[in-house]
């Protein structure tokens, strides 16, 4: 018995006739450590470092080591990913219409999980993060770039307005949308509540209107833009510039290339029909 816990555990199985088990050995603690924090096997590294230290508090560090590696937050990030209902395509149609940048947001949510951010600065920026950068959008700087980014949370439902852009398709967006902040964030289905009161739980038909009310002037229902029209340059004054600059370049060598290919291709031609007798040169040439 170490702590109360064990006290608690070795309480109820006395009575049976049980007891505490031996504790585990290292390769077991670590093997149990690695598939909870990281999803992930023991390496063979991990099992020599934690063999290798054998001054007090070697459990405790390999534990920081754990929980600074980058796969924590890809496996704890999964779980709120799942909440938000996270999608690489649209949905909804057979052609199930790619989301190119997705993954920009899926990236915010595990590194918010590795920086540790606090619960509340995690839940605001997904809700508000466009409030939290002045329009028009350009040249944003890196940080105003991530706060948009995290707004991804209300755009990962399916939304089939890419090939049914309608009043019943983009307020089945709207609604799906409510679903998961809903769920995500309170834990409660307020679904039920667009069509009437909540028969058990404490949400009349009223709150949900309200709660859509919030939510209805940042998504537009009546000035929708479809999926391709929600996309944000990260592109700067300097970028396109520079991008400008390279793409003359690339067309001065597209000309050059194509001087020397016309050369290339005259010469060769001159020297096939050289080998002709002389009387046929000048049809052949023609």
Not at 191 to 204: E, K, L, T
């Amino acid at each position: 018995v170490r702590n109360r816990i064990d006290h608690f555990v070795q309480a109820r199985l006395e009575p049976v006739g049980a007891g505490l088990q031996q504790p585990a050995a290292k390769l077991q603690l670590l093997r149990r450590a690695t598939f909870d924090l990281l999803g992930l096997p023991p390496t063979v590294q991990q099992q020599s470092e934690l063999l290798a230290d054998t001054a007090p508090g070697a459990w405790e560090r390999l534990l920081d080591r754990l929980l600074g590696s980058p796969h924590y937050g890809e496996r704890w990030g999964r779980h709120w990913l799942d909440a938000a209902g996270y999608a690489d395509s649209d949905g909804v149609q057979n052609t199930d219409r790619q989301r190119a940048w997705a993954w920009r947001y899926r990236d915010w949510v595990i590194d918010a999980h590795n920086q540790d951010y606090p619960w509340d600065r995690f839940l605001f920026e997904q809700l508000a993060g466009d409030e939290l950068v002045k329009p028009p959008y350009g040249n944003l700087t890196d940080e105003q770039a991530r706060l948009l980014t995290a707004t991804g949370f209300l755009r990962m439902v399916p939304d089939g307005t890419a090939a049914s852009d309608i009043p019943v398709t983009r307020n089945r967006v709207l609604s799906e949308t409510l679903k998961v902040v809903s769920t995500s964030i309170l834990g409660l289905t307020v679904g039920c509540a667009q069509c009437h009161n909540h028969r058990y739980d404490p949400i009349p038909q009223v709150d949900y209107y309200r709660l859509r009310a919030i939510f209805e002037p940042a998504l537009d229902v009546a000035r929708w833009k479809k999926p391709a029209g929600r996309l944000v340059s990260l592109y700067t004054d300097a970028d396109r510039a520079a991008a400008a600059r390279i793409e003359a370049e690339a067309s001065e060598i597209d000309r050059e290339r194509s001087r020397k290919q016309e050369t290339y291709i005259q010469r060769t031609f001159d020297r096939e029909v050289a080998k002709l007798p002389q009387p046929l040169r000048q049809a052949v040439r023609q």
